[in-house]
């Protein structure tokens, strides 16, 4: 709901529990007024005439109170917004007009000596409020440059101290949760890597008053970016906070905007919860369910993936085998992995050659889709399309279609350099690739994996060839989107190299998310903790693998400790089943069946971390309408005591619960207060509860 007052000059946005709310002055100033709990517009406008301290003539009046710090003037925050033409640095601008259109509140304004018009847009996605910023050269003067266009400046409210969250990580450790006192100065965090990257999600959360899992204020953001992006978290001198975000990190969003172009920023959604960081964590997974994730009320397939299980040396024969084992386990989605294509029998060659390698795949991919789909599963594929070995018949026809610097060494990662996808030959090239394979097979399944970053992103030949970093995620999500427009039944997964890619831009076009390389069921208990802050269950792939973990640390854990860690989201399989014992199948076959039992409390339901995984006990429930699921994980009994009963969340006190499987009936009110004794014990103990509500 969009309300206005203050003769026009006063905006209030509201969501079901939050408001949000900013005024114009008479010098066209747009001023924050209040993000937080619901307020009527009475309280709007009564926030506006209330005074500001005066500021000494070293402070901006401005600074830490506008919605969007342009660069020049009385300013000395870190701009959202800074421009130039060769002659002019700055903008200075003129409101224009207010326009709501379907649920959006468009505020425009006007710099007539760049023929800039300027658009802030704010939209209300239940308590999640959406923004971005669209620019149009309308002049007929220079090209202007935009050199920073953040796609919002948030306020938050003063308090005496603030405390920021963050979820950082690196390869196969990724979305760890991380909390500092914010300090005076600046906080930043992104990507200068060309992708997401590994090291942080593009999400922050600040809370004043100690939030807890489920009581608090928490502010949160979230940028729905693919690309390099940076998010500064600002303490002004008064204390006040502010925090940008947008694309590109350094100068890696630049554009050059000629008369008659526009650029739009991707969102930067914002979200006021006071349910501490569990209640935000369901509003933004609400939100994702609801406005960002496509078909989010479809559950996804338990898959077997190959990538763990046969690494580069495959085989149409072995994968065969392979699905055979995955098919009576019940698996629904088979995906071959990497190395089914060109000369891609190691990581040094192969890649950005499309087509099934004919001494692995005579037929091509056909006839194993073809035994796939006869075992009563899908098929699905691995593929790198922004990517080539140097060692490829794509490189050696087309050199210049990669980023470099001319004269410059072209630097390899993995034995691979990155195309420049902001070319349009090099956008037709993938097109092609892709749509042949996608109509030469019965697929039905694509992980779009990207595994590396960014080094050399030179463009020689182009006057302006840092448009590339934009122009690559544009290019990436335009290709995604016609594959998926003109192949309206394959799903896709974006990985990179493990959760490399994942936020709410890539989530708008994408199935599900590879989490991480990480296969470890401990580690994944702590990775799978941080990501559910922001993403939801339903799109959080993860695999039952071998033990000991292959990947990455030998560790050995049981089979039930591997299932039920990987059973918290999209469950999948990705161990080397050829050599899993026929009891190992046996006893997977009924953990596969167990989930499929509890799939849609899982992915749709509402996620409630009831216990965080440090060292002992911890759980996790969902909750959709009468069913609750708890799924609970204890890595160590010590010193023989008594293993801690996990207190649910989120049910009804007056009601019972039938513990299912059993003949045992819970009151909610004891779950709530006392809680459940999980009956685990020892290392490495996992179990699964099921409750379904007593209707009476
Ligand atoms: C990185 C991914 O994260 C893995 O799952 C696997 O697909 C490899 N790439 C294949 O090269």
Redesign the pocket.
């Known amino acids: 709901m969009i309300e206005v007052g203050g003769d026009g000059r006063i905006w209030l946005l509201s969501g079901p529990t939050s408001s949000y709310a900013l005024m114009l002055t008479e010098r066209d100033e747009l001023l924050h007024l209040h993000w937080g709990p619901r307020i009527a517009l009475a309280d709007a406008e009564a926030l506006a005439v209330q005074p500001e301290p005066a500021a000494s003539g070293f402070e901006s009046p401005l600074d830490g109170r506008e919605e969007y710090p342009v660069e020049g003037g009385p300013r000395f925050v870190r701009p959202a917004l800074s421009v130039r033409t060769p002659e002019v640095r700055g903008t200075e601008w003129r409101f224009a007009q207010a326009v709501q259109d379907d649920g959006v509140l468009k505020l425009g304004f006007t710099d007539d000596v760049h023929g800039l018009r300027i658009t802030l847009r704010y939209a209300m996605r239940g308590d999640v409020v959406e923004r971005d910023v669209e620019l149009v050269h309308e002049g007929e003067g220079p090209a202007v440059e935009i050199l920073r266009a953040d796609s919002a400046a948030w306020t938050l409210p003063e308090r005496d101290a603030w405390r920021l969250t963050q979820l950082h990580g690196r390869w196969a450790a990724e979305s760890r949760i991380e909390q500092v006192p914010l300090a005076y100065g600046e906080h930043v965090i992104g990507s200068r890597r060309g992708h997401t990257g590994h090291q942080y999600l593009p999400w922050v959360a600040l809370d004043a008053d100690g939030a807890g899992e489920e009581q608090g204020e928490v502010y949160s953001c979230a940028l729905g970016w693919s690309g390099a992006w940076r998010i500064a978290v600002q303490k002004l001198p008064r204390g006040l906070v502010q925090l940008t975000g947008g694309t590109g990190h350094d100068d890696s969003g630049q554009v050059l905007l000629a008369p008659g172009r526009s650029w739009r920023t991707p969102v930067f959604a914002g979200l006021w919860s006071d349910g501490g960081f569990g209640g935000a964590s369901r509003a933004w997974h609400a939100y994702q369910m609801e406005h960002v994730i496509p078909d989010a009320d479809r559950v996804r397939p338990v898959l077997f ?1 190959s ?1 763990e299980a046969t690494g580069f040396d495959i085989s149409a024969p072995q994968q065969l085998e392979l699905a055979r084992r995955a098919a009576e386990m019940g698996v629904e989605l088979f995906v071959v ?2 190395a089914w294509f060109g000369a891609r029998v190691g ?1 040094r060659a192969g890649l950005g050659d499309w087509a099934p390698n004919p001494d692995r795949f005579p037929g091509g991919l056909k006839p194993l889709a073809d035994d796939v789909h006869a075992l009563g599963m899908q098929f699905g594929i ?1 593929v ?1 399309p922004e990517m080539v070995n140097a060692d490829s018949d794509l490189y050696r026809s087309h050199p210049d279609w990669v980023q470099h610097h001319p004269g410059r060494t072209r630097t390899e990662f993995r034995h691979q350099l990155v195309l420049n996808l902001a070319r349009e030959d090099v956008q037709e090239y993938l097109w092609e690739q892709l749509h042949t394979l996608l109509s030469s097979a019965p697929i039905d399944y694509v ?1 779009w ?1 990207f ?1 590396r970053c960014f080094t050399d992103a030179g463009w020689p030949g182009e006057a302006y060839p840092q448009k590339l970093w934009n122009e690559h995620v544009h290019a990436f999500y335009r290709l995604l989107d016609r594959l998926r427009a003109t192949h309206p039944g394959v799903a896709f997964e974006s ?4 959760g490399g890619r994942i936020d709410l831009g890539v989530l708008s076009r994408t199935d599900q998310v ?1 989490t991480s ?1 990480n296969t470890d069921p401990l580690d994944r208990l702590g990775i799978q903790h941080g990501f559910t802050h922001v993403h939801p269950a339903r799109v959080m792939a993860a695999w039952v693998t071998d033990s000991p973990n292959v990947q990455l640390n030998g560790r050995v854990s049981s089979l039930r400790f591997r299932f039920v860690s990987a059973m918290a989201g999209v469950l999948g399989v990705g161990g080397d089943l050829a050599a899993w014992t026929r009891q190992e199948l046996d006893e997977a076959r009924s953990w596969v069946a167990l989930y499929k039992e509890i799939r849609d409390t899982v992915q749709l339901g509402e996620l409630h971390r009831l216990r965080a995984p440090r060292g002992g006990l911890s759980a996790v429930q969902y909750v959709r309408g009468d069913e609750v699921v708890v799924l609970a994980w204890l890595q160590a009994q010590r010193y023989g005591e008594p293993v801690a009963r996990v207190r649910l969340h989120g049910i009804a006190a007056d009601a019972s619960y039938e513990l299912l499987g059993t003949d045992e009936v819970h009151r909610g009110s004891v779950l709530l207060h006392h809680g459940l004794r999980t009956g685990l014990k020892g290392d490495f103990d996992a179990g699964v509860y099921r409750f379904r509500r007593v209707r009476p």
């Open positions: 993936n990538w992995d990497d990581d691995w790198e992980k994996d595994n990985c990179s190299g493990g590879w390389d």
